[in-house]
């Protein structure tokens, strides 16, 4: 059975990726066997564990010393029915495998990616394009090897995704492109040009798996043809022969496909560094004190604590290898649609967010990694896929890197937040990323206010932005980042804040730009939080009788859920008052602007 | 309870109308801050204009306090159970101790319901609650994804419902209860027209 595209239609692509026309298709014909990968070979497994003595006699001719199911069921004179009921397993599972390709299948549409599944129970599911929340390939191993991939639709809403796994590797990252380009609201016609080339791309890659599986699907969705045929015997090798270099170069194809994103990615983790910054993490160092507590508890007679010590070690083992094969190959880059993040060394995952759909972003740094200069960032989505625990990994952005990564990153993840002007960190972003629209009202909004706050703003920004130019005095970010308090651009907490916070007071603050709210505090766990005007949700503001006394109020910033938690405890009362009336103002002219659902409608306009 | 036969007389009128707000009584602002009201006063937060907030009804306070006094009395008949059938003697103190706590609560219960307020600004919802720990929420109306109203029975006895008002995060927590039956359903009505009218992304 050819595992090859079977779900491409045979009509040759005219400019898009032929999956995206609007009609029904078909998943790879293998998917049951990818998704039931796992079962199969453990069944297989059982199988060959029971029959290891029937199989050795059969080839090496060692005499059995029966009790096996299988000389039962000889000695009974049961092998008919045996048979019998075998063949009908095999039959029933195979007829389930072929039913429940049969049923599945998808569409993408101007409006919506759909999909329709189930045997019995039929379910379709809808999600609309310009709700799209981020577009994610998943790669795992034994799919890879096979040339498949997943393609996840994300959503936002709990267990909200659209998924089509499998499909042949090649078409999704075409079918990618294309959803993000209708969901990006730019008109065919603009997009054609940059479609075709794309296609033309990959179009020479699919050419070998073109020739080799014809399995066509017509377009009104019934399958002409189920057997892939070939041209004959002797093309047969041939074919086999470039199809293997096809898998091999797929498999160690970068993620980034070149033709999308620029072609280096912003960020280049050293394996090194990921090691020592894995081994550098908190959990080291409650395992340290493990190793330690052990033997002493051992010397003790305490040796209930060994089932209590070997779990963590599982526990630990685990959490390392996880940390480590998903921060391998870990690339960012910049494109057209959003940003692009990929990782992992044998399954990959390579997720797209579209602009606009990150909800916060928060640098941290733990202690342990101070003497390093190491960052972490994390974002808010709405939409995660939740199943596998694999939510933590997708909203980690960058695994670690300095702060030079980390201000190129934040470049990629917040283009109009004229935080860092633009040609800093990264080189050519491609167009749809350029800040067309600096949200006017939102510096005009809050005047009315005629606060402190914006007195303030005006005095610092616009003196202090364009020095992030300048080499010598640090951006607005890396003061945020590392700077231990006093007047550098953030407004920060009173003297008196000290008595709720000894240490971190001095650095407890915030910053305004045009369209995001810096948030910054922790001493010996740095942390600043980064929120987007026209993400926030609503913004509270609490007092409770502490604060009261030392006249000072918390400002909460609500975005969607998330690891990253934008609030601020201790700033003085009057200015978090004015802070909380600013936001709410910022956030509403931002909403009203945010045209950022149909990103690439705003090059239409021009 | 003079006040609240007073406000449930002007919260007959439509609350929608700005103008009706504006004529109603400034209290909100003085009464949570009546014990020290000069020294308090200057280290509260005070955010959105104190004239224009919408109190819930004063019949609300009935409700909360038929809670209260049910999970007084239960946590009363426990502590009593333990004391009488268990014969022990400490039971009593902490029996004591709970009915103190409740009958505290239950002073301050008027205070607190006074405390929940809502502004329709033009173009966020404020809201505010609580007197030792305040909380202020300001949301756009645009954020909404969507209203809920639901009925307690003693709410439904009394005519109240509450109305939640749910973004897409789930810290925003806006959550007005005590409102009369015909007001909530305007005031969601009032909200959805609005939201519509400044649809915002997620």
Redesign the interface.
Known sequence: MSLNDAAAPGIPSRGTSNLADGEWHRLHPATPLLKGGVALIAITGIVIANLRERLVELFFGVPSYGGDPIDEIYNRGAVGWALLVILGVLLIVMVGFYLSWRMHSFRVTEEAVEVRSGILFRTNRKARLDRIQGVNIDRPLLPRIFGAAKLEVGVAGQDANVQLAYLGSSHTDALRRDILRLASGMRQSAAAPTGGAATAATGTAAAATAELAPGTVSADGTAAGQEPHTSGAHGLAASAGALITQRANEFLAPELDPDAAPPESVVHIPPLRLIASIAASGFTLVLIALVVAVPIALANQQYWIIFGFVPALIGGASYYINRFTKGLRYTIAGTADGVRVGFGLLSTSNETIPPGRIHAIAVTQPLLWRPFGWWTIRINTAGHSQQNGQNASNTTVLPVGRIDDVERVLALLLPESGLLPAGTGFTALAPGAVPVEPPAPTAEAPTELSNVLSAERSAELPAELPSADDAAIPSLIERGLVSKGGADGFTNSPRRAAWLRPFSWRRTGFALTENTVLLRHGVVARELALVPFARMQSVGATQGPIQRRLRLGSVHLHTVAGPVSARLTTIDHTVAAELFETLGAGAVASGANDTSHRWGSRQDAQ | MTHDAQDAGSRDTEHTETNNAEVREPRMHELPTSPAPEA?A??????GDPAAWHRVSPKYLVVEIIGTVIGGLLFCAGAAAVWILGDQQWALWVLIGIATVFIVTLTVEPRRVRSIGYQLRA??L?FRRGI?????????Y??MQLVDITRSPVARALGLAELKFV??????G?IIPGLPMDEAEALRDRLVALAES?R???
């Open positions: 308090d200057a280290q509260r937060l005070d955010l173009d966020d404020l030792m720990f305040q909380r202020f929420v300001s949301v756009p645009g954020r973004t897409a995060a789930a810290a925003t806006v400044r915002a992304g997620l």
